[in-house]
């Protein structure tokens, strides 16, 4: 029931006192609503930016292409495949980027703001530079060429599985996924040949290797990173004076980190510029590691100078090289991976020109242009999710850890190389990670080292011990186990997804094209 004026105790006003108005006038009703709805269409706008921005690029990508092969023959397919691989890069940027600069964020040894400047950066000068002109095809020898010799059957199959990887890294970054943009283009690729000459056409024993890797990738990238936290912990942290054995540890570690991104870099960054071997590239890295241990030596030990005994101040030390290692991991990146974008885009426009389907096409600096700069674009404008997803969501980082994280990615990927194996670098980082939460959770309560420790600087009488209740175990976990199964999960489907997401859209397309 709504009281009027008359209705109010007029105790409440004293003789001579006028009555009050408590109506509001329909003139402030009615600008209260524009204000509110002023501000809804502003909190509306401002989340239409980015995929307006990405929209943009998209149609400047397509009409960059039209342009470019203008009077050419299939120019039509050659711009709609340009739209599609435009789309294919900035989802790879929205994506896989943030395992280069996710643990760097995390750990603030740089700003969000910053490493997207420098992922951006660096992620378009590999593509560039190193990115390569030669592709293969068919993503690695997945399908067989000759199983897909029609023109417009291998230019449908090429678009089919760009579109459904895109679709597919769409719905993991929107969930909050990090995962594999090579098994993304691998299952469409599959699903695409599957539907277009049957199983005989999929090359299984590859297939049966990037199956491997689903398991080999995070379990490597996770033990090297828990193995070299152990280290950090053992013979710096839980040491009585922490300052001196940072200077005398930390120079090797630095020293370690560029020697294996030197092999890394040129066993898989710079392969298109010049071939280097495995052995070439091994002796690479220990002349470029000792020659940096030798020059940061006393470079600690001056940054060391006057630093208090304490955990905070190891964080320091790290923060500069873990800067260096999410430049080199960006870099290495975009040389490698914008193959995912570009390589059925190449394609497609070999094939449409040409009328033949080779195994290796020359990519041109336009088509190479649109994965470098569409990965940029993604990472900036969707990037900061994911970076937070892994640099902050998983478990806690600081540098130590973030360093862990990345030199384990960078050792994984050499030694996965040498033996042939075909692995993810997005696994191995959030494996990675995920090794440096769980190593973590279990050095908390089972290291006699770090119990001793403890109780050492209590000097109370009081002894810490092993925590033994499952129930406060649990509520002490360290590594959030909803995104854990979470991103296993989407790494589990993300082959057969993409595949039967490919098959169907395959279809869709041959309509269209024939």
Partial sequence: MTLGLQDLPSKDFPTGTPMPNLK?????KDLDKLSYMEEAAGSLGRGLIAPGIALVFIVLCALGAGASMSGAPGTVIIVAAAAIGAYMALNIGANDVANNVGPAVGSRAMTLLTALIIAAVFESAGALIAGGDVVSTISKGIIDPASVADANVFMAAMMAALVSSALWINLATWIGAP????HSIVGGVMGAGIAAAGFSAVNWATMGGIAASWV???FLGGLVAAGFLAFIKTFIIYQDDKIAAARKW???LIGVMSGTFASYLALKGLKKIVHIDMPMSLLLGVVVGLAVWAIVRPLIRRQSEGLENRNQSLRILFSVPLVCSAALLSFAHGANDVANAVGPLAAIVHTAELGDVAAKVSIPLWVMAVGAFGISFGLLLFGPRLIEMVGQQITK????????VSLSAAITVIVASGFGLPVSSTHIAVG???GVGFFREWYTERSKRRLDFVNQKQGNGNVVRPVRNREEQARRHLVRRAHFMTIVAAWVVTVPAAAVLSAGLYFVMVKLIA
């Fill in 24 to 28: 509001k006038p329909t003139l402030d």
């Fill in 179 to 182: 995962v594999s943009t090579t």
């Fill in 216 to 218: 080999i990738s995070p």
């Fill in 250 to 252: 930390v120079p090797v």
């Fill in 397 to 404: 980082l600081n540098p130590m850890r973030a360093y862990c």
């Fill in 432 to 434: 990675a990670v995920f």
